[in-house]
């Protein structure tokens, strides 16, 4: 009997105010005004991990766990894996070095005191490590980061480095390893498959078929990646954004939950670290 491999989950711990679709319209200076929801959602997806068993990577950004250290702590007390997610949660290369250094430094200070552990894993916003900020690696090697999980091999208009590698492999010149996010390869493309946005736009029976692809076909774990607002369909909404920004934002919410469920019943998951890191 041919054993399954072990995926891994990954969770953006960030709430519904912080993210990039609302960029334009929710400043970081006003997140104090809008009610928070990430402890309670993120309690629901951890209930969800316990029920089947599964334990992942808790990607998380600073500005919260400063509000929130229980919610660090209950993360940890329920043995999954604390990576860091920046403070403020702005795209990388919207910053300068001085900048992202000190960001990051900021943010896994404060996740390993309200964890108790190392944070040697990272993951930047909004997958925001391209061709023009490839230089945040030499950042994260200095300040103790041992891998990382930002690369998307796609084009978008917020992220990707489309040439880059699909599957785990060392950064050129660095002592890090990368962890791509997971894209399928159908007929001859690559399609974004690995979680979040996608999860809820596509239907989940393609998204089974191409995740199952990469497992069964190419031999490869994928990575999956969801964010705690995308279990609350009941979250207050933000009218104010563009179109798209809504579309990206709040389609498909109520349908999240529902097939969260089943790709946990149907895939073998595990924490980055599963991987020997």
Known sequence: MTTRPVNYLTIDVEDY????AFEKVIHPSTWENYP???????TRILDLLDTYGVKGTFFIVGWTAERFPGLVKEIVTRGHEIGCHSYQHQKIYNQTLEEFR???????DILEQASGRPVVGYRAPTYSITKKSLWAFDILQELGFKWDSSIFPIIHDNYGIPDAPRFAYKLPNHDLIEYPISTALIWGRKIPIAGGGYFRIFPYWFTKMALAKINKVEKQPFIFYLHPWEVDPDQPRVSHAGWKSRFRHYHNLGKTEERLHRLLKEFRFGPITASGN
């Open 17 to 20: 105010f912080q993210v990039a």
């Open 36 to 42: 928070s929801r990430v402890e309670q959602n993120t």
């Open 102 to 108: 000190r960001d990051t430094q900021k943010a896994k």
